[in-house]
């Protein structure tokens, strides 16, 4: 059974505006939880992480967000941007991945 | 500084002929991952190995063996392929088990007929 879930297969955000990949984890024991980014015919890149001991964490332009209670968090990106167009793979502790949201940027 | 590199890039199998994918990174790294990846599956982890000298079994690893050479190379090998083999393999390396951060390699994409 997948432990870590991405119920959204894609999403089109429109330039500029925020978008908003999601992911849903069943597990309570994980602690740490990481986002990755990959391009077609690449290998996925580390784009932001969070711990369980905090409720949010910023890089620049991405902001990932944390609902331990609901087991849930959220990536936010603003403003969007098209080499933002990518599929995006939640994973927990390195070992469980969720099945990526590829997002596309409109111009 | 190349990170993680993956041979060969793209190969097509018959059914039951075996084959070894490479895996080398130059980041000194301790730990070393195989994945595949499916449409609507994400990435699902075939066998690790934590340090030099050991390996463990990830979620998925029936059919296949791993070799960890050295701490710079990791080979996943098909014994004898399906055509449920088929998919996209990455290899992944970390620090260390602690370390959650994953470097990619670009992926071996395998059909397997």
């Known amino acids: 059974d997948q432990q870590v879930k991405q119920n959204s297969p894609s999403l089109s955000v429109q330039e500029g505006r925020i978008s908003i990949l999601n992911c849903d984890y069943t597990?309570?024991?994980?602690?740490?939880f990481l986002w990755y980014k990959k391009y077609p015919a690449e290998g996925p890149t580390f784009l932001i992480s969070i711990s369980s001991i905090k409720d949010k964490n910023e890089d620049g332009r991405f902001t990932v967000f944390l609902n331990k209670s609901a087991k849930h968090l959220s990536l936010h990106i603003v403003p969007s941007q098209p080499g933002d167009s990518a599929v995006y793979f939640c994973?927990?502790?390195?070992?469980?991945f969720g099945q990526g949201t590829r997002l596309t940027i409109n111009p | 500084n190349a990170g993680v590199t993956q041979t060969p890039k793209f190969q097509v199998l018959k059914t039951g002929q075996s084959m070894t994918l490479q895996c080398a990174q130059d980041m000194n790294h301790n730990s070393m991952y195989w994945y595949r990846q499916d449409p609507g599956m994400g990435l699902r982890l075939i066998y690790y190995?934590?340090?030099?000298?050991?390996?463990d079994k990830g979620e998925v690893p029936n059919g296949y063996n791993v070799s960890r050479l050295n701490k710079r190379e990791f080979s996943l090998r098909l014994e004898s392929a399906a055509p449920s083999q088929t998919s996209v393999y990455f290899c992944?390396?970390?620090?260390?088990?602690?370390?959650?951060?994953?470097?990619f390699g670009p992926g071996t994409r395998l059909l397997v007929l």
């Open positions: 992944a390396s970390s620090a260390n088990p602690a370390e959650e951060t994953q470097y």
């Open positions: 994973a927990a502790s390195a070992r469980a």
């Open positions: 597990n309570s024991m994980f602690d740490y």
């Open positions: 190995s934590a340090s030099e000298g050991t390996t």
